[in-house]
């Protein structure tokens, strides 16, 4: 055979040998998974992805402001937006009653008595805590840590949830949060769904994501735009599931960290402690305290009143 001929077969071995190759990789990548892949029981639950959508808003153009105080600038302001919904709470209707506060109108009590509570309260009478007036209580299921972002579940969640419910006391349930995206933000609720099923939970499933102070924290960097989209995230993921979602922040920071006119369709619960609220949007719960005191719980425990019935 020729020097030519020779060159000519080792060519042609050589692309045999590429094609040869180029199947391999192709068979590997693509249709191995597929060929070996099972079909999903189509009689599984399955929990739809959140649609996170986003919209324009605009601020009132009468003229109207929001303010408050800042410790470089004194009273500062901010427009209000248009379509956001406006607080409908009187705060003259605002009274102290057997040291809770409470929202009458004449001899009518308008509001209803809660606390939330975690594994820090420790052992709770939750008869005693029937008999002393409390109505509903929020009950945590778990934390996401805010340095290494693992994920813990409360270990008195179940025995509250239990005891509470039988002892006649409106359940609702927590999930503080420390998500810096969406995919977290779901694995979240979905923790809280699993934990919660079988449960007659009446009051909302709440969205506690809470800024860290004095300390760095995994969320430091989070966006607004991110934030909005972890609470939409949750919050759908939650009312598919056929529950009632909720957002609990501080006055401060749902003023300056969260997408107000995003969110606007989720019940807020508020925290801003002291004897009345100040807060210009609308808000179903205003957690008012976080000093009370309460029989069958020792120590302090958060107080909270309701605006809306959520137990009918």
């Given amino acids: 055979m020729s020097r030519i001929g020779k060159f000519r077969l080792l060519a042609v071995l050589e692309a045999v040998i590429i094609l040869i190759l180029f199947i391999f990789i192709v068979w590997f990548c693509f249709i191995r998974d597929r060929a070996g892949s099972v079909q999903a ?3 599984a639950e399955v929990r739809v992805r959140p649609v996170i959508e ?12 929001i303010l408050s105080h800042d410790g470089n600038y004194g009273e500062v302001f901010v427009p209000v937006f248009a379509d956001v919904p406006a607080s409908q709470v009187d705060v003259s209707k605002l009274v102290t009653r057997n040291g809770y506060t409470v929202y009458k ?11 939330d509570i975690s594994e820090h309260q420790g052992e709770i009478d939750w008869q005693q805590v029937k008999d002393a007036g409390i109505e509903f209580a929020f009950i945590r299921v778990g934390f996401r840590t805010y340095g290494g972002g693992i994920i813990n579940l409360d270990e008195h969640c179940h025995k509250n949830i239990q005891e509470a419910t039988a002892a006649g006391i409106k359940v609702g349930v927590y999930f503080y949060s420390q998500a810096v995206n969406t995919d977290e933000a779901i694995e979240e609720a979905d923790i809280v769904l699993d934990s919660i099923a079988g449960y007659d939970i009446s009051y909302p499933v ?12 995994r969320t430091d960097s989070v ?4 934030l909005a989209d972890c609470c939409v995230a949750f919050c759908e993921r939650i009312k598919a599931a056929g529950y009632t979602p909720m957002i609990y922040q501080n006055k401060s920071t749902a003023m300056r960290k969260l997408d107000l006119p995003r969110l606007k369709d ?5 925290a801003e402690y002291g004897s009345e609220p100040s807060y210009y949007y609308d808000f179903k719960i205003w957690q008012y305290a976080s000093d009370g005191n309460v029989p069958g719980i020792n120590g302090r425990v958060d107080m909270n009143l309701c605006f809306t019935d959520y137990g009918e």
């Fill in 223 to 226: 966006s607004v735009e991110t």
């Fill in 54 to 65: 986003k919209e324009e808003t605009f601020y009132q153009m009468d003229g109207r402001k």
């Fill in 266 to 270: 989720y019940d807020f619960w508020l």
């Fill in 41 to 43: 029981n189509a009689d």
């Fill in 206 to 217: 709440v969205f506690d994501w809470e800024i860290v102070s004095d300390d760095n924290a």
């Fill in 105 to 115: 109108d004449g001899d009518n009590v308008l509001s209803h008595t809660g606390i």
